[in-house]
């Protein structure tokens, strides 16, 4: 049995998990094009060619794409569901980038 400090422990660090991941997500997302630009001009005063600058862009692309999948399995602290729901088309959009759960409208502490 859960005592109810050790379940407020345990709900305080879910809700860090959904910070730390919504910040990976855009600092991810942010800084993809300022690393892309500063990696080419490194790399051409090493006199390296382009290729090496593709590779940091793929490299960024799929550590973002992973942070992206890890991120969106999140589970919301309050019903239990995925915080971000599965299988949303254009004509009825998913929560992405909301702020509250798609199916009990938990919002994280601030």
């Known amino acids: 049995m859960v005592t109810p400090g050790e379940a407020w422990k345990l709900r305080r660090a879910q809700w860090r998990r959904y910070r730390v991941g919504r ?13 892309g630009i500063v990696s080419t001009l490194v790399f051409k005063t090493l006199g390296w060619n382009e290729d090496a600058t593709l590779w940091v862009a793929a490299l960024w692309m799929m550590a973002f794409a992973a942070n992206m999948v890890w991120f969106r ?25 909301g702020s509250k759960c798609g199916h009990c409208g938990a919002r994280p502490p601030a």
């Open 23 to 35: 910040a990976l997500t855009y600092i991810g997302f942010a800084l993809f094009l300022p690393i």
């Open 73 to 97: 399995g999140f589970r919301c602290p309050d019903c239990g569901k995925r915080f971000f729901p599965w299988g949303a088309s254009w004509l009825a959009p998913s929560n992405d980038w």
